[in-house]
Structures are given as structure tokens and as C-alpha cells.
């Protein structure tokens, strides 16, 4: 009998918290429905303070933004996003042979070089990454190869032994040479291309996700702002309807629930406040803002560069190509 009642009370227990929430919740969903069709007056809903509202505006437009940002720069966590989707690639032996001869000719360009990164040539053929620059690369290393290109040497290209010096094999063999110069430029621009994505998925994605964590965490705080608001209108109602009936039978403990009401909203309204201005004022953000744009800096300038010296190079074999080309027609 002993072992029954104490049984009954650990239920009682339990359940009571569970029956107070569950009569908590439809009390606010309650005074929320009669807000939402006019049925309070604008008198009675709790006015918040002007600074926690100022908070949920900005916090609001901070969290539009991130929002917006995120879905767009999740873009980077996709080697393909600028890639071509109408290229017919096959990523298979021969895009593999051909980026293995781009690999081959950057390594044989950097040699005794000291301006440039040394290039090691693979002995297998390397990823076939799918960006727009290799896609370029690719197809004009597949024109110069098939133009007589040495699969693993960037030396110059062989001339047609039975049209000469001036004729169409020199012809061909420039213009071999300026796609094997194309292909490699656009190689390198792919390749800092993907650096500057890992950069941005290190120093900006991460970081900009977990400030998104910290955005909601502020958002958790609002709702119990909301709901304790309620909470204390639903009392107000409630003591409000009792006081006009006459009935004065529970005034007492009414009063009392507005009281605790009215001191929870405080409570959440403060940690609210603090919560939010702890979003706001943190560093975070604009550190992550300062990362993605210091990767992308880096990649414009490496590809600046990378594209300087190749329009410089091709702007000179063209001017040597028409040169030929005017002294084969005089």
C-alpha cells in the first residue's frame, strides 16, 4: 500500500508540470487568436520597450541578409558552379590525357623560371576538375595537340615539312602555340580559382554558418519574450473578466499570476535584449565578410596576372603570325 502511494505521488508530480505547461500553451495560443481578429483592444496587449524593439528590427534585417548570403555563397561549396552545362565533356581517358598535357607543358614552362611556382609533371593522369577555366583549357590543349603539340613538352611546335618556313605549317604551328599558351593560362586561372574556393569554405562558409547559429539562439530568445507576453495578457484577461463579473473568489490568485506573469516577462524581455545585442555587436561577421573578400582578391589578382603575361605573349605571337601571313601573300 506504502509502495502504491508513493507510486501515485512521483506521477502526481510529474504530471502536474506537464498539465501546467499543456494549460500555459492553449491559454496563449488563446489570447494570440483573439489579438490576431481584433478581439483585444490595443489598451491591453503589453506595450515592449522601445530598445528590445529597435533590437528585433535590426536583428531581423541581420537575419535576412545572412540568410540571403548563405544561399548564394553556398554556391562555392560546388567545384562545378560556373561550369559550362552545356559543354559535352567526356570525363573520361581522353579529358584525362589532355589535362595530363597541360600538367606536362606547366612543368615544362616553370623550369628555370623563378617567377613562377614550380609545376611537378604527374606520372598519372591528374584530377579532371570541372570549372569554366579548365573547361577552357582542356579544349584549347586539345587543339593544340591535335595541331602537333608534344603531349608532355612546351617547346615549339614542328612546321609541315613539305610547305616550308612561311608556308601553312608555320602557320599552323603558331597558332598551335597560342592555343597551348591559351590552355595553360586558363589552367592556372582554374587552379587559383579553386584555392580562393577553399579559402572561402575555410575562412567565410564556416564561420558565416555558425554566426547563423548564434542568429538563432537570439530568434529562441524573441519567442520567449512572446510567449511570456502572452502569458501575461491571457492573466490580465482573465483577472480583467473576473473583476467586471464581481467574481471575487479567485481575485487574490489571479493577482498573483499576473504578478509572476509580469515578472517572467522582464526576465525574458532582459535576456532578450542581452541575447540580441551579443549578435549585433559581435565581431564575427565582419571577419568572415573580410576572409571571402580577401579570397577573392587573391584569386583576381593571381588570375590578373596569370592573364597580363598571356595577353602580352599572344598579343606577340599574333603580331608574328600577321607578319608571316602578309609576307606569304606579297
Not at 516577462?265 to 576572409?291: D, H, M, R, W, Y
Not at 603580331?319 to 602578309?326: G, N, T
Request: no cysteine; net charge negative; aromatic share 6%.
Amino acid at each position: 500500500m506504502d509502495n502504491w502511494k508513493a507510486f501515485t505521488q512521483k506521477v502526481s508530480a510529474n504530471v502536474t508540470p506537464l498539465g501546467a505547461n499543456i494549460s500555459r500553451g492553449f491559454g496563449n495560443l488563446n489570447q494570440q487568436a483573439k489579438e490576431r481578429f481584433g478581439a483585444v483592444d490595443a489598451d491591453d496587449i503589453t506595450e515592449l520597450p522601445q530598445e528590445y524593439k529597435d533590437l528585433e528590427r535590426r536583428v531581423d534585417a541581420l537575419k535576412l541578409a545572412h540568410n540571403n548570403l548563405l544561399k548564394i555563397t553556398r554556391a562555392y561549396e560546388s567545384e562545378g558552379y560556373d561550369y559550362p552545362t552545356q559543354v559535352q565533356e567526356s570525363i573520361g581517358q581522353l579529358s584525362q590525357q589532355i589535362g595530363h598535357s597541360v600538367t606536362s607543358w606547366a612543368a615544362s614552362a616553370t623550369k628555370g623560371v623563378p617567377q613562377l611556382p614550380t609545376v611537378q609533371a604527374t606520372s598519372a593522369p591528374p584530377e579532371v576538375h570541372r570549372t569554366l577555366s579548365h573547361a577552357l583549357s582542356r579544349g584549347a590543349a586539345s587543339g593544340a595537340l591535335e595541331l602537333g603539340a608534344s603531349p608532355t613538352n612546351i617547346a615549339g611546335l614542328p612546321t609541315s615539312p613539305t610547305t616550308g618556313a612561311a608556308g601553312a605549317g608555320q602557320e599552323e604551328g603558331k597558332l598551335g602555340e597560342a592555343l597551348q599558351k591559351f590552355a595553360l593560362a586558363q589552367d592556372r586561372v582554374g587552379n587559383a580559382r579553386l584555392a580562393q574556393d577553399d579559402a572561402i569554405r575555410e575562412g567565410f562558409l564556416s564561420p558565416w554558418q555558425g554566426f547563423g547559429a548564434q542568429i538563432a539562439v537570439a530568434t529562441k530568445a524573441r519567442q520567449a519574450v512572446r510567449d511570456a507576453r502572452l502569458h501575461l495578457d491571457s492573466w490580465r484577461q482573465t483577472l480583467k473578466a473576473s473583476e467586471a463579473s464581481g467574481n471575487s473568489a479567485k481575485l487574490d490568485a489571479q493577482r498573483q499570476e499576473v504578478e509572476q506573469a509580469e515578472d517572467k516577462l522582464v526576465e525574458a524581455t532582459e535576456a532578450a535584449i542581452a541575447s540580441q545585442k551579443a549578435v549585433l555587436e559581435n565581431p564575427e561577421g565582419i571577419k568572415s565578410l573580410a576572409a571571402f573578400v580577401k579570397a577573392q582578391s587573391e584569386y583576381h589578382a593571381a588570375a590578373a596576372e596569370v592573364l597580363a603575361q598571356a595577353s602580352s605573349e599572344l598579343a606577340s605571337l599574333g603580331m608574328s603570325a600577321e607578319s608571316d601571313y602578309r609576307a606569304t601573300r606579297a
